[in-house]
């Protein structure tokens, strides 16, 4: 067969397959299709499928076929993340920046201790430290990975329990935003690399004048020339921000955050966050499972994710009973909005996709990664939606 009609294969098992399982086995509940999708491609990747039936590996996911499936999934990720930073609302988080502050650096920084803390645990093992990295940007990374709040998917989630556009909904999308720049900041911080500084510093430079640039064209081009200029500039900041060795993922998540949401038709910024998720995310999930990886032994790689779980959930939680204190909520409160933050999912499946690639952290600890932020997301909905029943007055309150 060509390459083209293996290709097709490839596709047909990525949307059929994971489709099949959500709706006939009624999963949404506790498993959303995107989580589905994810699981998906780990049981199609090589610790599952691809160990017990290496010959269907071999010839569906041959190196042509993985080629251009990679491809897919650079361009539909940068978009995912690209959209992420364009809902980025700062402004909201500025008007109440005490409360956002509190809340946010809790939310951030007690997962991050806590991750961190098991990170350096895993360090006297060997098998979990990638080759090129350092000791502390492998505890930071995955310190960082525990502290992850998955903002797209958090909108869905908020969306699915109906409560994105009430008031408790767009004030965990302020806590949640402001810890999404922590975290690319931080994750740009690991990829620093001080032989290419100046390099580094020379595109950021260029990115600033650029950036000033192109926010003064865009309120100046009608609006639906905005949505194709937006994709060159994506596509151009990706590049330079690869070119330095920032890493792609990095230049996307700029590109959208220095554009207004105000600048597109609501309605259309969420048919594309939708469609994107719909057409070419399956694609990325596919291959970030076939990049799992059990040779240090399967019950390693899950006691691993189940301390980074912990420390996860826990560490969002801890952190949001605090700022309840601080700030004089209702009792619960923080727990709810806890158990939202707490959500990894995509967001946290890109960074462990950065570390991978820079080889900061192995295929092992990326799988113990992977599987934790698909139970911390698998979590959210089946907790929150009694809390939910028994605090209605809370969701409809503004603060």
């Keep these: 067969m060509s390459t083209s009609e293996i290709f097709l294969i490839a596709m047909l098992i990525i949307f059929s397959l994971p489709y099949l399982v959500w709706r006939l086995g009624r999963t949404d509940y506790f498993a959303p299709l995107?989580?589905?999708?994810?699981?998906?491609?780990?049981?199609l990747g090589p610790g599952v499928l691809g160990a017990m039936f290496p010959d269907y590996?071999?010839?569906?996911?041959?190196?042509?076929?993985i080629q251009s499936l990679n491809g897919v999934a650079q361009w539909a990720v940068m978009m995912f993340v690209w959209i992420a930073g364009i809902e980025l609302d700062l402004r909201k988080a500025w008007e109440h920046r005490r409360e956002s502050g509190i809340t946010a650096g809790l939310a951030l920084g007690v997962p991050l201790v806590l991750g961190a803390a098991a990170a350096l645990a895993l360090l006297s093992y060997p098998g979990w430290i990638g080759a090129k990295a350092t000791q502390w940007?492998?505890?930071?990374?995955?310190?960082?990975?525990?502290?992850?709040?998955?903002?797209?998917?958090?909108?869905?989630?908020?969306?699915?329990?109906?409560?994105?556009?009430?008031?408790?909904?767009?004030?965990?999308?302020?806590?949640?935003?402001?810890?999404?720049?922590?975290i690319w900041g931080v994750l740009a911080l690991i990829l620093m690399d001080w032989e290419r500084v100046g390099k580094q510093a020379g595109?950021?430079?260029v990115f600033a004048i650029s950036a000033a640039a192109f926010r003064w064209l865009m309120v100046r081009v009608p609006e639906r020339d905005r949505w194709y200029a937006g994709l060159i500039w994506l596509a151009a900041c990706g590049l330079g921000a690869d070119w330095c060795g920032l890493h792609y993922m990095v230049g996307a998540f700029i590109a959208g955050a220095v554009m207004d949401a105000e600048w597109?038709?609501?309605e259309q910024?969420?048919?594309?966050?939708?469609?994107?998720?719909?057409?070419?995310?399956?694609?990325?999930?596919?291959?970030?499972?076939?990049?799992?990886?059990w040779q240090v032994g399967g019950t390693a790689v899950?006691?691993?994710?189940?301390?980074?779980?912990?420390?996860?959930?826990?560490?969002?939680l801890i952190g949001l009973r605090l700022a309840g204190r601080l700030l004089k909520w209702q009792p619960g409160e923080g727990s709810l909005i806890g158990w939202l933050l707490q959500t990894k999912a995509l967001i946290m499946i890109i960074f462990a996709n950065v570390l991978l690639d820079k080889a900061i952290i192995t295929n092992e600890t990326f799988t113990a990664l992977l599987v934790m932020a698909v139970a911390s997301?698998?979590?959210t909905v089946p907790v929150v939606t009694p809390k939910l029943r028994r605090m209605a007055e809370i969701v409809f309150r503004s603060r």
């Design 34 to 43: 995107v989580v589905v999708q994810i699981i998906t491609g780990i049981v």
């Design 57 to 65: 590996y071999r010839f569906v996911f041959n190196g042509p076929v």
């Design 137 to 182: 940007q492998f505890v930071l990374g995955i310190g960082m990975a525990c502290a992850v709040t998955a903002l797209p998917i958090l909108i869905l989630l908020m969306e699915k329990l109906q409560i994105l556009r009430q008031p408790i909904g767009q004030r965990i999308l302020r806590y949640a935003s402001l810890d999404d720049i922590a």
């Design 203 to 205: 595109f950021l430079v």
């Design 264 to 266: 597109f038709d609501q």
């Design 269 to 293: 910024m969420d048919w594309l966050r939708h469609n994107v998720l719909l057409v070419v995310m399956p694609v990325f999930f596919l291959s970030t499972g076939l990049r799992t990886n």
């Design 302 to 316: 899950f006691l691993v994710a189940a301390v980074l779980l912990v420390a996860s959930v826990a560490g969002k």
């Design 377 to 379: 997301t698998m979590l």
